[in-house]
């Protein structure tokens, strides 16, 4: 499949670059969106440089260069000037979420353990949170005159932890090179310019947040207006009526926001959906009844059904490999099964060996932050994800480690996650993974249950019998949310074996 080279100038242009250029014009460049109200606070391009040189000046006073900087905030205005002053430092980022909650407290005290940051920029409540010396954003000056560091293209910008959904997460090294390679990428294959709105929810410390919505309107110079999780969450169309209040918007989510906005649809009212330029749908499987659903939903308001528009990336790969252009989504029925191409490369190659996906191209991470493998030999990135090629489209089937096999046959588990979640209306999200013990191979099911019982029980069992020939060596109905995600939304298969397999004795 042969993909667009990346120019030389782009590549030998460092990102700072982008926002010195962008500050000569006093205009909006980044909107974050409160509620309740809403209330919209906005920094425009010279004073964000200024936050930015500020955030620098305080990281040279207190790291050296190679120091890792730990970015561990709300998702706001300050997250932005973290990130990007330490870029400006020629300081190593690691993006991260905040400090609350079981889950993001593990994975932030693994990512710490792995990166051993010299400093820590975070919101001023959570500053007695975090393990190091830590610097509350709000404390930190604007500066009219500090310079940008002298950075390689091949020096590491930042390090962006996976989201963990089969091992433990690890620091994928993004180069400076990487990154602005990763947002050309996107520019072309969405045809954005320094008029396209970037908008959207997706955390910062996710790949696909922070190259869409934080680093890409640098790299263009165009305006991003984002709101944070929890505010998605709580009300679904409050996406919506961003991507409408900003004609011709580049907006990315997982797929189960678009079921979520999807359900919500009825409630919309008065909105003009007719100039969306694109909805990324990416970062977990892309299912044919979501682009169904969703286009049926939002048709009445003028949303082009093309503007839904799969994807495919990776933190190995900064966030892109795949994409559907101006086509849309084409969904294709193969052994009776409707399947959705994620599209084609822009600017790298992708070839399949044994069934897996690989990657070459020059957004592709250094290796791994602090471990001897290395992610690309030869140039080729070992993805560890299923798929194959079909009239140019690139189809993901699933993750090599996620593969069950059972009796010599192989089942991946989203097929098996979509049919236990059809096979009652109280079932919702699903995890489905592979377990041993005596009887050999088989197969497991956590299950979020509104209403748990024998009915639904039997109705999960035998719906996996009938489409799958097998029947679930153990299933749990559980509250709904209790099933594990990653920090991007993905199912936590190995965490949910790890929890309920494991807690029930039957270890491999």
């Not at 120019?7 to 969106?33: G, W």
């Not at 949303?303 to 252009?325: I, Q």
């Not at 994620?342 to 992708?350: E, S």
Request: glycine share 8%; proline share 8%; charged share 25%.
């Amino acid at each position: 499949m042969p993909p667009a080279a990346v120019p030389d100038d782009v590549l030998t242009t460092p990102f700072t670059d982008y926002l010195l250029r962008n500050a000569r014009e006093d205009r909006p460049a980044f909107t974050c969106r409160t509620f309740p109200g809403p209330a919209d606070h906005t920094l425009t391009w010279p004073q964000l440089l200024a936050r930015v040189r500020g955030v620098a000046r305080e990281l040279r006073r207190v790291t050296r260069p190679g120091d890792r900087v730990a970015i561990a905030a709300r998702q706001d205005l300050g997250y932005v000037t973290a990130f990007l002053g330490t870029l400006y430092a020629g300081r190593i980022a690691v993006p991260l979420s905040v400090p609350t909650g079981r889950t993001n407290r593990a994975r932030l005290e693994a990512a710490f353990a792995d990166a051993t940051p010299a400093v820590c920029l975070t919101s001023e409540d959570f500053a007695d949170r975090v393990p190091v010396a830590a610097r509350a954003l709000e404390d930190i000056e604007p500066d009219d005159a500090e310079p940008p560091a002298t950075v390689a293209m091949s020096d590491p910008a930042y390090l962006q932890y996976t989201s963990g959904s089969t091992r433990r997460p690890a620091g994928a090294v993004i180069s400076h090179r990487a990154l602005v390679a990763s947002c050309w990428q996107t520019t072309q294959c969405y045809r954005a310019d320094a008029s396209t709105p970037l908008v959207g929810w997706v955390p910062f410390f996710h790949d696909m947040g922070l190259v869409l919505l934080l680093a890409t309107p640098v790299f263009l110079g165009s305006r991003s207006v984002f709101c944070t999780p929890m505010e998605f969450v709580r009300d679904p169309l409050r996406w919506i009526r961003l991507l409408a209040e900003h004609p011709g918007a580049v907006t990315a989510a997982p797929n189960f926001a678009f079921d979520l906005a999807a359900e919500a649809a009825g409630e919309l009212a008065d909105v003009d959906l007719s100039h969306v330029n694109s909805l990324l749908n990416g970062s977990e499987p892309v299912r044919a009844d979501t682009v169904e659903n969703f286009a049926r939903a939002f048709a009445p308001f003028g949303l082009p059904r093309a503007a839904h528009k799969p994807c495919y990336g990776l933190a190995e790969a900064t966030v892109f490999v795949t994409s559907a252009g101006d086509e849309g989504a084409t969904i294709t029925t193969f052994d009776g099964k409707p399947h959705v191409s994620v599209g084609k490369p822009y600017g790298q190659r992708i070839r399949i060996v044994d069934k897996e996906i690989q990657v070459s191209g020059p957004n592709l991470a250094d290796g791994y932050w602090g471990r001897d493998d290395v992610l690309a030999p030869d140039g080729w990135l070992r993805t560890g994800d299923l798929g194959f090629v079909h009239e140019g489209q690139l189809y993901v089937t699933g993750r090599l480690k996620d593969l069950i096999i059972v009796d010599g046959r192989n089942h991946h588990p989203q097929d098996i996650e979509a049919t236990v979640e059809a096979a009652h209306p109280s079932v919702r999200r699903a995890a489905a993974f592979g377990v041993r013990d005596g009887r050999g191979e088989g197969v497991a099911v956590v299950a979020g249950c509104s209403a748990p019982g024998e009915e639904v029980e039997t109705a999960v069992r035998r719906a996996v019998s009938a489409g799958h020939d097998l029947p679930l060596r153990a299933l749990w109905l559980v509250r709904p949310g209790e099933v594990p995600r990653t920090s991007s939304g993905k199912v936590a298969r190995a965490a949910a074996r790890e929890r309920w397999w494991g807690e029930n004795g039957r270890h491999d």
